[in-house]
């Protein structure tokens, strides 16, 4: 509200958007809850048998891994990117701008951090629903081990904040619909490709490397990886700690971002 | 008596622009106040300064003693506001569209029903209960933004130009509502382009132009202190804004 301060404004009403949304996935759950599940198969059976067949094993930290076992784990991160990214970018997009829906919601007791809020929460619960729809297919390939996988679950639940943040940003900045392509095509494909969704990084250029240091998808990928593995370690840590840290961040400005276009 | 809403040199600046240029008014309890102007005047953005959807740039306006800059959200469980666009969910059925809304004031799932249920009774949409919104006619969606706007049965009704678009017979069954919730005692405050819809529901009204009040007092007034001679409220409209058009 009038307040500068973001922090302050956020209320337990967030939960109000939140339910809000899920009660509208509900309503279209046939086209919610399809993709999530297809999509992964889909890959599977291009990639992990169609690519598999040529490309058998695979080399990666320091052990031999079946190509379908190596790209599975990351099917599950970009699902959890793409439907926690595009719920916001999209469905923020269109509350804000087709439905006004936040401009119905801004006159009742919820801020505008509230709303925003709420629309992080329930892209992130898009977000870890396809995560775990995902891990269960690849379960039912007998692509992870257990317990360590459970491990997943919590991770997608953050990874999805983070990548909902993203997608409120893209939304609050955003002028037409049509300019959501733009971060598509820069931000979003890029992870999907080089983020050691589908091969290991250590075989790219230097430069490639550090860049791919630099996206988020990539640590998702290391830790998700790591845990259908069943060799989580230590050192994952840091790609936790640059989730933690990232996610703070773009929740904050997006938050901001989008509260800019909504109170002028 | 203390009145419902005070707005004491209300401003509103973008950049060099002065949207709202120092607005001062009051208005009573059970009292149907009236905020006219022609496009561009500043009615929406006075509106939005009250239902805290715009900070004020400057100056203070009060619902029931709370103040738009110190207890926005204090405010908010107070007002109910039929908006100038349809903003319903698409996504949801009647009844749910009024369940969901309820939810943001707090109201328990059994009392929202209920209310909700009452308040489509009332506004003649039962047929439509479980039907989803996008099957409802214009007048029939106002219908339901105005339901919607009584859920929380709060004590300032705002009505942003709550007939704009819609058939003769539609606006008439508004004006009924209107008139029935003024019986109830219900404090509204009503912007509208149609000046007639002013002359029959407002005790009171304002005209507003560049930002500023230029005229107010009772429909009845301002007929016989600008035309003497005869005429009505749409004629002292445009004898005091003109007669240019206006965008916005």
Redesign the interface.
């Known amino acids: 509200m009038n307040n500068p301060c973001l922090l302050r404004n956020i209320s337990y009403r967030a939960w109000y958007m939140w339910r809000r949304n899920v009660d509208v996935s509900l309503v279209t759950w046939k086209t919610n809850v399809l993709p999530p599940l297809l999509e992964p198969v889909l890959y599977i059976l291009a990639f992990g048998f169609g690519l598999g067949a040529y490309v058998q094993q695979i080399s990666y930290a320091g052990r031999a891994y079946d190509y379908l076992a190596f790209m599975a784990p990351g099917m599950v991160a970009v699902g959890v990117m793409f439907h926690a990214t595009f719920d916001t970018m999209y469905g923020a997009f269109v509350r804000l701008r087709y439905q006004k829906t936040f401009e119905a919601v801004i006159t009742t007791p919820l801020s505008a951090e509230d709303i925003l809020l709420g629309e992080i929460l329930s892209g992130a619960t898009k977000g870890l629903f396809a995560g775990a729809a995902i891990l269960l297919i690849v379960t039912l390939f007998g692509l992870a081990a257990y317990p360590s996988s459970l491990v997943i679950l919590p991770l997608a639940a953050l990874a999805g904040l983070m990548f909902a943040s993203f997608g409120l940003y893209f939304a609050g900045i955003a002028p037409y619909i049509d300019n959501l392509n733009l971060p598509i095509f820069l931000f979003i494909n890029p992870m999907f490709l080089f983020s050691g969704t589908f091969f290991p990084l250590d075989g790219m250029p230097g430069w490639v490397q550090f860049i791919a240091g630099l996206l988020p998808l990539t640590h998702v990928v290391n830790i998700t990886r790591a845990a259908t593995f069943g060799t989580l370690s230590a050192p994952l840590l840091w790609d936790l700690l640059y989730i933690l840290a990232l996610t703070a961040f773009i929740s904050y400005f997006s938050i901001r971002k989008m509260k800019a276009r909504l109170i002028k | 008596m203390t009145p419902v809403v005070k707005a004491s040199g209300l401003r509103k600046n973008?950049g060099e622009l002065r949207a709202v240029d120092g607005i001062d008014f009051e208005i009573g309890r059970g009292e149907c106040f009236g905020l006219l102007g022609p496009n561009g005047a500043g009615k929406t953005t006075t509106v939005k300064m009250l239902?805290?959807?715009?900070?004020v740039s400057g100056g203070d306006i009060t619902v029931e003693g709370l103040s738009?800059?110190e207890n926005?959200?204090g405010i908010?469980?107070l007002?109910g506001?039929c908006?100038q666009?349809?903003?319903?969910?698409?996504?949801?059925s009647v009844v749910?569209n009024l369940i969901?809304?309820s939810?943001?004031?707090?109201i328990p799932a059994p009392e929202a029903r209920r209310r909700a249920e009452e308040l489509i009774e009332r506004f003649h949409l039962h047929d439509k209960l479980e039907r989803p919104v996008e099957d409802l006619s214009g007048g029939m969606k106002k219908r339901l933004l105005m339901a919607r706007a009584l859920i929380?049965r709060p004590s300032l009704l705002v009505l942003d130009e709550p007939t704009t678009g819609l058939d003769p017979q539609s606006r008439r069954q508004i004006w009924e509502e209107v008139r029935t919730m003024k019986k109830n005692g219900l404090t509204t405050l009503l912007t509208t382009h149609y000046i007639e819809e002013a002359e029959l529901l407002c005790d009171r009204l304002v005209i507003v132009d560049n930002g500023r009040i230029i005229e107010q007092g009772t429909p009845m007034q301002l007929i016989q202190k600008h035309l003497p001679d005869g005429g009505n409220l749409e004629d002292v409209f445009l004898k005091l804004t003109g007669k240019h058009l206006r965008d916005e």
């Open positions: 973008y239902t805290c959807a715009l900070p738009v800059n926005p959200r908010k469980y007002l506001v908006p666009e349809v903003n319903l969910d698409p996504d949801f749910k969901v809304y939810r943001y004031f707090d929380n």
